[in-house]
């Protein structure tokens, strides 16, 4: 008779919003994992407050990443697990739970959402503190080759992953949007063809990896020849303060709006006729932070308006399937008067709602089930859950 302990397969999953399904894709990830491990027990280690709110130094944001840290101690110091996942929020936590592994030979998969401690590097260095942005950087090459894998977000991520952790084996594949309202839903109305104002949205926090240089240019070759409302959605109050600094612009209305779910978003872009989804990343953020806002753009077929750096799955949507326009990071005047001219115009715009179709339709099939089966090959080869699967094999071989 098979002993049920011997068969299981316990996964810990780290992350710190593990009970918000608005947050986080570890519910529909564990449960396409359960559906190709048998015997899969999981263990979710989260905070203590489940829902993300914007700004990194919150009260509620400490308190979590303190009580996370301190359950990774306790799980992996006390409790037996064949593996563990972990996502890369609370900042650091990735690194704290290889640095506990290690002592009992645990193999942790790192799910890189965004590259801490090398953000906070680089803020150190910008205000002189080298020394310590060294230290943060030691300590980061030193833990990422231990690894046994990492999944990076776009092409730009998984370069500077696999330029950190030489010989770790790096996997590419984008967030999804998890919840009732995933999935192509297209606007009823035809952005870019309506009257007045041209309505641009900007949905998700501003942070400090978001550039709002290159955008007021933009606005400027805009508001000469049309005006322009941007709606801005979920920023925090420092982000919504930098965006009502550019109402100050003749021709250029701002309008805050609290966060909504995702299943919300669709409602608002039709109330408020939304011609263009915005996205912006700082060059100097290209391969550590990933921008997944143009989800929440191309899902209902809103063309983006893309500010960044090459190399990431919003620069994609734009350059293969033309839904949306890209201005590179350091653009000049020439470079926004050519993305304001396919703004304004309705045929160029007709396009590019065409292509953030076919976007969201190939993005709609990376999703939990996809990245489940990249991973399953990876989990199957590690020494715990390998005995696992094949004392549940033998099993069946006896009882048959």
Not at 179 to 197: D, F, H, I
Not at 313 to 338: H, I, L, N, Q
Request: aromatic share 10%; charged share 20%; proline share 6%.
């Amino acid at each position: 008779m098979m002993t049920t302990g011997l068969s299981t397969i316990r996964i810990a999953f780290v992350f710190e919003y593990a009970r918000d399904n608005n947050d986080w894709m570890f519910g529909s990830l564990i449960e396409s994992l359960g559906a190709r491990l048998p015997g899969l027990q999981s263990t979710c280690i989260h905070g203590v407050f489940p829902t993300y709110r914007p700004g990194g130094l919150r009260a509620g944001r400490i308190v979590n990443l303190v009580w996370v840290y301190l359950q990774v101690v306790l799980h992996l110091t006390f409790f037996h697990h064949d593996a563990v996942l972990v996502r890369s929020a609370p900042p650091g936590v990735q690194l704290w739970t290889m640095w506990w592994a290690r002592f009992r030979r645990v193999p942790v998969l790192c799910w890189m959402m965004d590259c801490h401690p090398e953000i906070e590097a680089r803020k150190l260095e910008r205000l002189g503190f080298t020394g310590t942005a060294r230290f943060l950087r030691g300590m980061d090459a030193s833990l990422m080759p231990r690894f046994s894998v990492i999944v990076a977000l776009d092409k730009a991520m998984a370069d500077f992953v696999r330029s950190r952790a030489a010989g770790v084996e790096v996997l590419e594949h984008p967030t999804w949007n998890a919840g009732e309202a995933a999935g192509m839903q297209p606007v009823s109305y035809r952005p870019g063809s309506g009257a007045g104002p041209l309505r641009l949205a900007y949905s998700g926090n501003l942070g400090t990896a978001h550039d709002l240089s290159a955008f007021s240019g933009l606005l400027d070759q805009l508001a000469r020849r049309r005006p322009v409302e941007l709606h801005v959605i979920g920023s925090s109050a420092a982000g919504e303060a930098r965006f009502l600094e550019l109402g100050s612009k003749p021709g250029v209305s701002i309008k805050t709006n609290p966060r909504v779910s995702f299943a919300e978003l669709r409602g608002l872009y039709e109330r408020w006729k939304i011609d263009a989804g915005v996205v912006l990343l700082a060059g100097e953020s290209c391969g550590v932070v990933s921008p997944s806002k143009f989800l929440g753009y191309i899902d209902f077929g809103v063309p983006l308006v893309y500010l960044g750096p090459p190399a990431t799955s919003t620069a994609e949507v734009c350059t293969r399937f033309g839904g949306g326009f890209w201005m590179p990071v350091r653009a000049g005047s020439r470079d926004s008067k050519a993305v304001a001219d396919s703004l304004l115009d309705v045929g160029r715009m007709r396009d590019a709602a065409k292509g953030a179709r076919a976007a969201a339709a190939h993005f709609a099939g990376l999703n939990a089930d996809s990245l489940a089966d990249m991973l399953l090959p990876r989990l199957e080869r590690l020494p715990g859950i390998a005995a696992a699967m094949q004392y549940r094999q033998n099993g069946r071989q006896v009882a048959s």
